[in-house]
T-cell receptor, first 112, second 115 residues
Framework: SQTIHQWPATLVQPVGSPLSLECTVE??????LYWYRQAAGRGLQLLFY??????ISSEVPQNLSASRPQDRQFILSSKKLLLSDSGFYLC???????????FGPGTRLTVL | AQSVAQPEDQVNVAEGNPLTVKCTYS??????LFWYVQYPNRGLQFLLK??????LVKGSYGFEAEFNKSQTSFHLKKPSALVSDSALYFC?????????????FGRGTSLIVHP
């Protein structure tokens, strides 16, 4: 069966520091991968998605970036965090356009 | 374009009573509809989906949803609510005509089940 992992689970970072969040999927190949941010425990904001290695689409211009160095690995990064980057970051995967998205456990990021 | 609306920020129901969480959608083609549940500080868990076929879809934890094309709705229901059902519920839609990989999520409805 497929599983999705995210780490770290929680992170507290100072403003201006770098960020690296990791997401990996097990038990499947060539998944579509997604990064979402959830602010204030409500709506989801799609940040990036990827349909293959090295293929990244950005939905919202900001100081975040994403990379997909391996088939089942998706990384969210920032060179300098802002206070507004605080939130709950969710990774998701799906197989193809008709498949359901399945979400990871999330990373709670607090920028101070 | 695709959109989804969850008209209620919060739904309160007594334990043992039936519950309904509302969702309406707008698509140009045929919809692909989903419901997810999120417990505090957890990721979204998939409950059920509709793509075609029977308008009544059964999912996890005793939940079901009814697809109504004329009313463009996909309400989530459960015959008897449990306190443990208290959580945040998200409806999502994808327009199959658009070829998009990306669903649009509603803002979520907080379900509170009172003992």
């Amino acid at each position: 069966s497929q599983t999705i992992h995210q780490w770290p689970a929680t992170l507290v970072q100072p403003v201006g520091s770098p960020l690296s969040l990791e997401c990996t999927v097990e038990g499947t190949s060539n998944p579509n991968l997604y990064w979402y941010r959830q602010a204030a425990g409500r709506g989801l904001q799609l940040l990036f998605y990827s349909v293959g290695i090295g293929q990244i689409s950005s939905e919202v211009p900001q100081n975040l970036s994403a990379s997909r160095p391996q088939d089942r690995q998706f990384i969210l990064s920032s060179k300098k965090l802002l206070l507004s980057d605080s939130g709950f970051y969710l990774c998701a995967w799906a197989l193809g356009e008709r498949d359901t998205q399945y979400f990871g456990p999330g990373t709670r990021l607090t920028v101070l | 374009a695709q959109s989804v609306a969850q008209p209620e920020d919060q739904v309160n129901v007594a334990e043992g009573n039936p519950l309904t969480v509302k969702c309406t959608y707008s698509v140009s083609g045929n919809p692909y509809l989903f419901w997810y549940v999120q417990y505090p500080n957890r990721g979204l868990q998939f409950l059920l989906k509709y793509i075609t076929g029977d308008n009544l879809v059964k999912g996890s934890y005793g939940f079901e949803a009814e697809f109504n094309k004329s009313q463009t709705s996909f309400h989530l229901k459960k015959p008897s609510a449990l306190v443990s059902d208290s959580a945040l519920y998200f409806c999502a839609v994808r327009d199959l005509a658009s070829g998009s990989y990306i669903p649009t999520f509603g803002r979520g409805t907080s379900l509170i089940v009172h003992p």
